[in-house]
């Protein structure tokens, strides 16, 4: 097993001592970045580059190349699996995801297989393999999948949505069979997510980019069950080492105690609630990953270091937070800013580890 250099992620998952807060973001391989571009185009497609182990790896090293980010995560994309279950999934340029086969009947979910990680997903694996092979140690990696909530509702879509209308309408008029495809799905994740970290991820992230649609009472019923039943069947230790669970609800503040009770490690928290309020909630017994509101990085390198210095003063002293964006960076955000932002945390947050 290689020595970790940079471990600070992994201490702050843990709740350990850390000389300054740990920063990563959200799509940090991504857009944003032109050398990203350049290895996208090379690669003919976005689901080509996923299915790619060395361009995959490149993508994912590329960041840490440019900034001093301490952690790496996969990439590939949280539709890894409905596409590895036969729907047919295609990408289209300004309108995002999509499905050929959506999921409408019950013949539809009885009909859908459980992927095998070393089967139809390999290329995942070997994404994993090759990136834990060339960082070498350098910071950990993270995998990571969508939540079955959000895998159901591109699903059920087939593809984006602002509705939410058909994916609801089966929550709705067909609760059961909701229930049997978010099962099949939490099988599928937690199957997933396990190859990951079989193949060398040493932190895993859920997300669950749509469980704020909901009300309370549904987010608990079809959302969080299903991500708890994740979290119960996950391998919590590997290489001799704890392998922290991070659970990612995008507006899902007022649910953090929750979430906390899952047993998962860290919460990843978006800009909507303040992080003093949300380590409040979750009794300072759980790491909280976050929450700068990504648009701070259109501004000024200025301005975006003193909103570094709210987000720090928000959470105050103590140990367990990982600094992150409360979303995904955006594909038109200034590299340079991203550098302005990254140095304002390590500069900034030594303050909060004496």
Known sequence: MTKLQNDRFLRALNREPVDVTPVWMMRQAGRYLPEYRATREKAGSFMDLCRNAELACEVTIQPLDRYPLDAAILF??????????????????GHGP????PVRTAADVQNLPLPDPEGELQYVMNAVRTIRKELDGRVPLIGFSGSPWTLATYMVEGGGTKEFGKVKGMMFSEPA???????????????????????????????????GVLTPRDYQAFS??????????????????????????????????????????????????????????????IALQGNMDPCILYSTPQRIREEVGNVLASYGKGEGHVFNLGHGIHPGIDPENVAAFIDAVHALSGQYHA
Not at 98 to 101: A, E, Q
Not at 178 to 203: C, E, F, P, R
């Open 76 to 93: 590939s994309d949280i539709l890894t699996i409905p596409d590895a279950m036969g729907l047919g999934l295609s990408f289209n340029t």
């Open 177 to 211: 069979l909701m229930h049997q495809l978010l099962d099949k799905l939490a099988q599928s994740v937690t199957t997933y997510l396990n190859g990951q970290i079989a193949a060398g991820a040493q932190a895993v992230m859920i997300f669950d980019t749509w469980g």
């Open 98 to 101: 999509k499905f050929d086969r």
């Open 224 to 285: 969080l069950k299903y991500m708890q039943q994740i979290v119960d069947g996950l391998t919590r230790e590997n290489e001799g080492r704890k392998v922290p669970v991070i659970l990612y609800t995008k507006g899902g503040g007022q649910w953090l105690d929750k979430m906390a009770a899952t047993g998962a490690d860290c919460l990843g928290v978006d800009w909507t609630i303040d992080l003093a309020d949300a380590r409040r909630i979750t009794g300072d017994k």
